[in-house]
């Protein structure tokens, strides 16, 4: 069974730092794409960046460029997003995301930045 767990989010102020975590089960994780979306309240759910199986290349929404870094460890089967200078606007629900035939989804985590 697929099972992604993010973990790490929280409450911190404008300009702070977060790492968030997806550890990830049930695939063979060295061959896959791995990213990270977020929702906001009221908002669609909007890509943030990824990270490639194979040569590690990674994609960043420009919002979030210079501030967010997206990195694998594929010994332990996770994907960090480390995130800093966060904004308010950076406050959302954080999910992991891995295309293996369909789209799977972790349950999300919150970060909230506060002004």
């Known amino acids: 069974e697929v099972q992604l767990v993010e973990s790490g989010g929280g409450l911190v102020q404008a300009g702070g730092s977060l790492r968030l975590s997806c550890a990830a089960s049930g695939f063979t994780f060295d061959d896959y794409a791995i990213g990270w979306f977020r929702q906001a309240p009221g908002k669609e759910r909007e890509g943030v960046s990824c990270?490639?199986?194979?040569?590690?290349?990674?994609y960043y929404a420009d919002s979030v460029k210079g501030r967010f870094t997206i990195s694998r460890d594929n010994a332990k089967k996770t994907v960090y997003l480390q995130m800093v200078s966060l904004k308010p606007e950076d406050t959302a629900v954080y999910y992991c995301n891995v295309f293996l035939f369909r789209a799977y989804w972790g349950q999300g985590t919150q970060v909230t930045v506060s002004s």
């Open positions: 990270i490639s199986s194979s040569d590690g290349s990674t």
